[in-house]
């Protein structure tokens, strides 16, 4: 078990911006089939490939199996979609901090299906911290307090999920709630706007999906930064 680690769930999602993602030297990093592709970009190499392999580059996989890479491969016949079972695996692997990379985007259907495996890692787990990060969007599971750092006049959206969301508060929002209720289905909590390198979310009752939104000129300058500093 590697409880301290986080794991690395590289989908075959889009990617707009994969050299933006922000990794660890000691990230356990499992490929979801056809995501091996942006490994390759990075110039980095899975500990697990996981999926049935349909999407996979067959160089790709010719060459981790040489390398005798770690592979579970399952029949196209299934019934769980590739990410999925990458998840039940992090989590029967002891992960309790998991991001799954570019799996926003694409096919709504799987997009749809992707954003509900927060509930079901909530079954699976009780103290997992699981988020999407695609190098431009991120998006978390808010059912408490909740804080999280970024940019200000970077984009916050709160979205109520599975029913209506009772806030109790806000900080470093430009449109602040205080004990107000959004309502499923409405979309009230859509682009709100950080007032500070840090923001603060409190939820007395339901479930929000917090969904940040790094603006233009901080992408930029990221990616300056990381230029400069290779």
Known sequence: MQKQKRAILVSNG??????????????????????????????LKPDLLMGDLDSIDPVFLKTLEEKQTEILRFK???????????????????????????????????LLGNLGLFSLARNLSQDLKLYFDDGITRVFHVQEDFCLDLEPEDIVSLIPWRGDVLVRETHNLAYPLHNETLIFGSTRGNSNLALEKNIRVSVAKGELLLVHTRKSDTINKTFVERKDNN
């Open 14 to 43: 889009i990617a707009e911006r994969p050299d933006l993602l922000s990794l660890r030297d000691d990230d356990f990093i499992i490929a979801v089939d056809g995501g091996m592709r942006y490994l390759d970009a990075l110039g």
């Open 76 to 110: 196209a016949q299934k019934d769980f979609t590739d990410l999925e079972l990458a998840l039940r695996e992090a989590i029967t692997r002891g992960f309790k901090e998991i991001l799954i990379a570019f799996g926003l985007g694409g096919r709504l259907d799987h």
